[in-house]
DNA sequence: GTACAGATTGAG
DNA sequence: TCAATCTGTACT
């Protein structure tokens, strides 16, 4: 099987783009000499200083949303209720405020509901702070493989955003999330 | 300093 | 339907 490490080219491009283009790539993560990998199936883009359900929302900068700044390909990673890691990878170019969360993984071998949502992603990767602002295009314990899976646009299904309803008709309405059909593991209530 | 809500989850 | 749990942010 080819794995290839997404290159920086592949996120220097709207989160839109960059959120579709990930279905069916894989999520690498190694703990010690072991590695954790899982499909990803369900992402969301947050596309800008206009988009008001980003933190970035109106070019806002804090200490929290900086990374989101980062050029394409480097993660932001921030916690939600106390309690709960959600990981997004950048995309764009340095300074631009863009992102796609990773919301779901199928991971072989184990219950669809392992990596059913962003918080339970993460804690099935084992991702926390200590990963703000990993670079995975060089990451040793992070990154994102393209194994070859061929991906049809018919088999993508679109949605508004999930849990962001304080953002307004406009932007909480916008189809920008996206998830592979059929997939056991796509989150949802 | 204090109050409050959030890009969620799992229990009841 | 609700509480957990804590940080960023707004406001006193």
Redesign the pocket.
């Known amino acids: 099987m080819s794995r290839r490490r997404l290159p920086r080219s592949f996120y220097a491009r709207p989160a839109e783009t960059v959120a579709r283009a990930l279905l069916g790539k894989y999520l690498l993560r190694r703990v010690g000499n072991r590695e954790r990998a899982g499909k990803i199936v369900e992402t969301?883009a947050?596309i800008g200083p206009e988009d008001r359900?980003?933190?970035?929302f109106g070019g806002?900068v804090?200490?929290?949303?900086r990374a989101?700044y980062f050029v394409g390909g480097r993660v932001?990673i921030?916690?939600?209720?106390?309690?709960?890691w959600?990981l997004?990878i950048t995309t764009g170019v340095e300074g631009f405020p863009a992102?796609v969360?990773l919301?779901a993984l199928e991971v072989e071998g184990k219950s669809a509901?392992v990596a059913?949502?962003?918080?339970?992603?993460c804690?099935y990767l084992r991702l926390d702070r200590s990963f703000y602002g990993e670079d995975v295009t060089r990451s040793k314990r992070f990154w994102v493989e393209d194994r070859g899976m061929r991906v049809r646009q018919r088999e993508i299904g679109t949605s508004a955003?999930?849990?962001?309803?304080?953002s307004g008709p406009r932007w909480s309405r916008r189809k920008l999330r996206f998830f592979l059909r059929g997939s056991p593991a796509v989150?949802g209530?």
């Open positions: 969301e947050y359900a980003s933190h970035a806002k804090t200490p929290r949303n989101e932001y921030y916690l939600v209720y106390g309690m709960y959600q997004n992102c969360l919301r509901s059913r949502g962003p918080g339970k992603l804690r955003r999930i849990g962001i309803d304080y989150s209530r």
